[in-house]
């Protein structure tokens, strides 16, 4: 069993080690079932501008409603989709999807649209040596303008390969934007936000989350604006809960954010009132 090999050296027999890599098996089998049932659709949650708040843009996340489970978390399955492979597939299958969503909302002319569709992308395609054909496939085929669409990616992705920088650097070169998500939890380098082809970062809501404190956290995010301004990137705070958050971020000189006191993830978004201050994600 490869699962209990670490580094060469044999870790020592227990029945739990084993109980959790069968779960794992069984949990990837489900999934390629689930692609091929279709048990998977994308919410949208929108991405506003400050101060505003009218919708700039859209994240696609992925959901998988499991026949006896009901609604599985991404938390739960992205990883496994990443550890067996899957995540290609499927990842390609959810770049479609939310391609041929933006083009008909583009098509429909609505001045509420948002302007821009975000694509989570996990490490394991950005190592597809074929990524970039496949985005560039996709557009052709769904007719989305390539400055319709964003990449978002996480700092781990792009350090831990060069294959990566030179995938995002073919997919720039589309004209599609790339956006360093969760930043700050990863191993940040503000060197990688200079070097790296990005254009958007997103701030993580870990330190969006103690916001209205003064301190460490307050410093971090506005460091975090100051040092996208002089780059020339677009700083976008996640996680947004709170007004008073809000107001923060707009104080800071934020102009754009994301999170719950804008809008849920949904699968059908009313841009038209973001501030509805949904309680709960519908399940279709
Ligand atoms: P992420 O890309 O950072 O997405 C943001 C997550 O935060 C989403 O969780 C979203 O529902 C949640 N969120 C947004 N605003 C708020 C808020 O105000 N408060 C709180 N507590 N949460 C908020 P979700 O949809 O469960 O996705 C979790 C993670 O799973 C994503 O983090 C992303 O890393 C991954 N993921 C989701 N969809 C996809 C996908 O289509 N492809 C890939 N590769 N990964 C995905
Ligand atoms: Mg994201
Ligand atoms: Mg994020
Ligand atoms: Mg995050």
Redesign the pocket.
């Known amino acids: 069993y490869a699962a209990k090999v670490t580094g060469g050296r044999h870790v020592r027999y227990t029945p739990e080690l084993d109980a959790r890599s069968s779960e794992q098996a069984s949990l990837g089998a489900a999934l390629r079932c689930a692609l091929d049932e279709g048990q998977f659709f994308?919410?949208y949650?929108p991405i506003v501008a400050l101060p505003s708040t009218r919708v700039a843009g859209v994240?696609?996340?992925?959901?998988w409603r499991h026949p006896v489970h009901g609604l599985v978390?991404?938390?739960d399955f992205?990883p496994v989709?990443?550890h067996n492979g899957l995540?290609v597939e499927?990842?390609a299958w959810?770049l479609r999807e939310?391609c041929t969503r933006m083009e008909s909302w583009r098509r429909a002319d609505d001045a509420s649209a948002p302007a821009k569709m975000s694509?989570?992308?996990?490490a394991r395609?950005l190592s597809e040596p074929d990524f970039a054909q496949v985005v560039a496939t996709v557009l052709r085929e769904t007719g989305l303008p390539a400055s319709y669409l964003a990449l978002?990616v996480?700092e781990t992705a792009v350090f831990d390969s060069t294959v990566a920088l030179d995938t995002l650097r073919a997919v720039k070169a589309l004209g599609v934007r790339i956006a360093l998500?969760?930043f700050g939890t990863g191993h940040s380098s503000l060197g990688l936000l200079r070097t790296a082809p990005v254009d958007i970062l997103?701030v993580?809501?870990s330190f969006i989350d103690d916001l209205a404190v003064p301190g460490a956290q307050a410093a971090i995010v506005t460091a975090l604006i100051d040092v996208s301004n002089h780059l020339g990137l677009t700083a976008i705070a996640?996680?947004?809960?709170t007004p008073e958050q809000a107001e923060r971020l707009v104080a800071m000189g934020y102009r754009f954010a994301?999170?719950?006191?804008f809008g849920?993830?949904t699968p059908d978004p009313d841009f038209a009132a973001p501030l509805a201050l949904a309680t709960a994600?519908p399940h279709p």
């Open positions: 994308l919410v949650q994240e696609a996340l992925v959901r978390s991404p938390a992205v989709a990443e995540i499927l990842g959810i939310a694509v989570n992308v996990s395609q978002e996480t998500d969760d997103k993580d809501k996640e996680g947004v809960e994301q999170g719950y006191l849920r993830p994600e």
